[in-house]
C-alpha cells in the first residue's frame, strides 16, 4: 500500500491540550510531504484558526489543504481558494436554538471568525470557579472549549458575542452550532438530541462538546469528494482522528489510525489504534506505516 495522502484531525489527534502540534509530529508530516505526500488538516475549526498550524508545517509549499468545519468547506492556503458545500441558515440556526435551550447547555454559534454565545445562567458558577482557579485575568473569554469550562480562541475567533436573545444572530449563512456542557452530562442528553435533530449531522467531537452542521456535511464525505476529484483510491489514504466526526474518514481511508485518548466505540471503528495526542501518537503511526523505510 503506497500512502499518497494524509489527513488528520486537530483537536485531540494531532494537537495537544495546549492547541500545539509537537516537535515530533511537525517533523513526520513535514518529512512525509517531502516524499511527495499531500497533507490535510480536517477540522470543526474554521479555516482561520487552521492557517498558522498549516504554515507551521509548510502546507503551501506542498500543496496541502484543508478540511474545515467538520466538511462545510475545502480550503486551499496557496492559492487561499475556498469552495463551500452547504452552510446553516438562520431560520435552521434559531429553530435549533430553540430546541437545545430547555437543556441548560452552553449554545455557541460559529461564522468564520467568530461566534454568538448563549450561556445559561446556571453555568456561571462553574465558569467562575475555573477562572478564580487558574487566576484567569479580567479580560479571558466566558465561552467554554473542548476541554474546559473556560476557553481562550480569541486568535482564531476575535469576534465573539455573548447574547442573550437568538434574535441577536444578525447573520443570515453560519457554519454550525456547538454545544458544550461536562461529559457526564452530555452523556445523558446526546441519544435524544440526536433524535430529536435527525434532520441536521449531530456529532460528538470531544468529551465536552457535540456540534451541528447540515445533513450532509461530513468530514468524510468532502474528503471522498476530494479524492474523486483527484483520482486517489482508499488504498493511497491515511487518516487520524480521535472522535465521532473523524469516524466517517476512517471508513474513507485505507489505513484509519484512532489515538489511544479516544473513546473505546471510536478505536472499535479503526484498523489501528496509536499512541495518545500528548505523545505524538500521529507521528508514530506515520513512522511505523509510511516513513519505515
Given at each position: 500500500m503506497s500512502?499518497?495522502?494524509?489527513v488528520t484531525d486537530m483537536d485531540g489527534t494531532l494537537l495537544n491540550y495546549e492547541d500545539e502540534i509537537s516537535q515530533e509530529n511537525t517533523e513526520a508530516l513535514i518529512s512525509a510531504q517531502k516524499r511527495g505526500i499531500q497533507v490535510i488538516l480536517a477540522s470543526g475549526r474554521s479555516h482561520r484558526r487552521l492557517l498558522p498550524y498549516a504554515q507551521k508545517l509548510h502546507l503551501s509549499e506542498y500543496g496541502g489543504l484543508l478540511i474545515e468545519v467538520n466538511g462545510m468547506?475545502?480550503?486551499d492556503p496557496k492559492t487561499q481558494k475556498r469552495k463551500i458545500f452547504e452552510q446553516l441558515t438562520k431560520k435552521e440556526v434559531l429553530s435549533i436554538c430553540t430546541y437545545l435551550i430547555s437543556f441548560d447547555v452552553e449554545i455557541q454559534v460559529y461564522f468564520d471568525d467568530g461566534f454568538f454565545c448563549y450561556i445559561p445562567d446556571v453555568l456561571y458558577a462553574y465558569k467562575k470557579e475555573e477562572r478564580e482557579k487558574r487566576k484567569l485575568p479580567d479580560d479571558y473569554?466566558?465561552?467554554g472549549g473542548a476541554w474546559s469550562w473556560v476557553s481562550d480562541n480569541r486568535s482564531g475567533y476575535p469576534h465573539q458575542r455573548?447574547?442573550?436573545?437568538f434574535q441577536m444572530i444578525d447573520r443570515d449563512k453560519l457554519n454550525k452550532v456547538n454545544i458544550t456542557h461536562n461529559a457526564d452530562y452530555l452523556d445523558q442528553i446526546e441519544a435524544k438530541i440526536k433524535h430529536d435533530l435527525k434532520d441536521y449531522q449531530v456529532v460528538r467531537t470531544c468529551p465536552r462538546m457535540l456540534e451541528i452542521t447540515p445533513k450532509n456535511i461530513t468530514k468524510g464525505k468532502t474528503l471522498k469528494r476530494y479524492m474523486?476529484?483527484?483520482?486517489?483510491?482508499k488504498d493511497e489514504v491515511m487518516a487520524f482522528g480521535d472522535g465521532e466526526n473523524d469516524v466517517d474518514m476512517f471508513k474513507t481511508a485505507g489505513i484509519s489510525v484512532a489515538m489511544k485518548n479516544a473513546e473505546e466505540r471510536i478505536k472499535k471503528e479503526a484498523s489501528y489504534v496509536t499512541s495518545a495526542n500528548t505523545?505524538?501518537?500521529?507521528?508514530?503511526a506515520i513512522y511505523q506505516f509510511v516513513?519505515?523505510?
Open positions: 500512502i499518497k495522502l494524509i468547506a475545502i480550503y473569554p466566558w465561552a455573548i447574547i442573550q436573545d474523486d476529484t483527484v483520482g486517489l483510491s505523545q505524538s501518537g500521529v507521528a508514530k516513513l519505515h523505510e
